[in-house]
């Protein structure tokens, strides 16, 4: 089920003109690095998009705001403490912590971005923070991708990374990303923290359009537990290093490189789902011929999010009776007697009613990918949903989560 670290990493590039450094500030435990600083050689377009939920982070608050002005250069970042529910402290430490990061690199404060995960309500230890943001900025190019993705870690397994290349009018384009992901994971946006970079030439509303699609179809298409974070954040950051003609919404170039983004956002939405916490199955669920794609997508979250389902498919147990279940509260449009069901490409309901052939797939179901696809015989609409199964060690991770 888990990847190794040498399957992320082969072959990883970089976009020109970006830089990395982490360090230790013992956030949470000792023993690990735990700060991460991502910087641009070049001042950037910025694109973002935040957490759905009500109660968001400090980093979220003051990042939204940033964003507006659709520039940005660095990225400062934190693993162990989220700086939620944290008051107007948690503000000023978020404030802090970017003009101690804009006068180390020399840079107006309104181009450093903050992000924070971990616990929630604890507050942030400034006092061994402060000091290893110099240490950061003093650092700065020594070292990788790799090392940052491995410092903003939480409960994750392994770090994520996603590259790609593409030409863009003769100049070679590249779209890296890095992600923190396994638990609390629930779309609008799925819990995470995602930082894309790349040295196309774009403006600010083309790459808040390319962004919001990539988006839509990837990290808002997860779920591992039905929990949405405080501090759910991706950034991209476009410092126009490629030397490609600059690209707008009309510009030739655009689908090839909203396509590309989304291909990222989606690899990296995936390399979540298979790191979620004590998870042993990858789960792709694919609903067919709905009303309408809403209404399909209303039906694939009510199967991926359901526990009874995801327990099944932990316990190699085809019982599509579950699916039943979940699509008829899911709040969709269906007609029971047209349902058909397959799990990995074994039919087990046929119009509503069992085939019964649910033995033999079970025995499909010991795979560790798993794809439930459900035709409802409606209409045109479909979705795609990630997911995982629910095991014990799930509740082992998060019973400890703050010990």
């Known amino acids: 089920m888990k990847l190794s670290y040498q399957m992320l990493n082969m072959n990883t590039k970089i976009p020109k003109g970006f830089l990395f450094s982490t360090a230790e500030a013992a956030i949470k435990k000792p023993g690990r690095k735990d700060l991460a600083l991502i910087c641009s050689e070049r001042e950037c377009v910025m694109s973002g998009m935040f957490t759905t939920n009500a109660v968001k982070a400090a980093p979220v608050k003051l990042d939204m705001k940033r964003v507006k002005t659709g520039k940005g250069q660095a990225i400062i970042i934190n693993s162990g403490n989220a700086n939620a529910c944290s008051g107007e402290q948690g503000m000023r430490d978020a404030r802090e912590m970017a ?40 650092n700065l190019g020594k070292a990788t991708i790799d090392d940052a993705a491995a410092a903003i870690m939480t409960t994750d397994t392994f770090p994520k990374i996603v590259s790609r290349r593409i030409k863009l009018g003769g100049k070679t384009v590249m779209i890296s990303g ?31 359009t390319a962004l919001k699609g990539a988006v839509r179809k990837s990290f808002n298409r997860i779920t591992i537990d039905g929990d949405m974070s405080t501090n ?40 979540i789902v298979q790191d979620g916490e004590g998870a042993t199955k990858f789960v792709e669920v694919e609903i067919k011929n709905a009303r309408n ?30 699916l039943m279940a979940a699509l008829g509260c899911s709040g969709m449009a269906i007609k029971e007697g047209k349902i058909d069901i397959a799990l990995n490409g074994v039919k087990t309901a046929s119009k509503g009613m069992s085939t019964g052939r649910d033995k033999e797939a079970n025995e499909k179901l010991r795979s560790k990918e798993i794809k439930i696809s459900i035709d409802l015989h409606l209409g045109e609409g479909s979705a795609k949903v990630l997911t995982c199964d629910l095991t014990g060690d799930y509740v082992k991770i998060n019973a400890g989560y703050r010990t």
């Open 99 to 138: 003009a101690i990061t804009a006068s180390s690199l020399k840079l107006k404060e309104s181009r450093v971005y903050v992000c924070s995960t971990g616990v929630i309500g604890t507050p942030m230890p400034m006092e061994r923070i402060r000091p290893k943001i110099g240490e950061l900025a003093r």
């Open 178 to 208: 890095v992600c923190k992901g396994a638990g609390m994971i629930c779309p609008a946006m799925a819990t995470m923290l995602c930082f894309i970079m790349t040295d196309a030439r774009i403006d600010k509303s083309a790459l808040d």
């Open 232 to 271: 759910d954040t991706v950034l991209v950051m476009a410092n126009g290093m490629a030397g490609n003609e600059l690209i707008e919404k009309k510009s030739p170039a655009f689908n090839a490189f909203a396509s590309a983004l989304a291909a990222v956002s989606y690899a990296l939405s995936k390399l």
């Open 293 to 322: 794609d809403a209404d399909a997508e209303k039906g694939a979250f009510a199967i991926a999010n359901s526990m009874l389902v995801k327990t099944a498919l932990y316990g190699n147990d085809a019982n599509w009776g579950r």
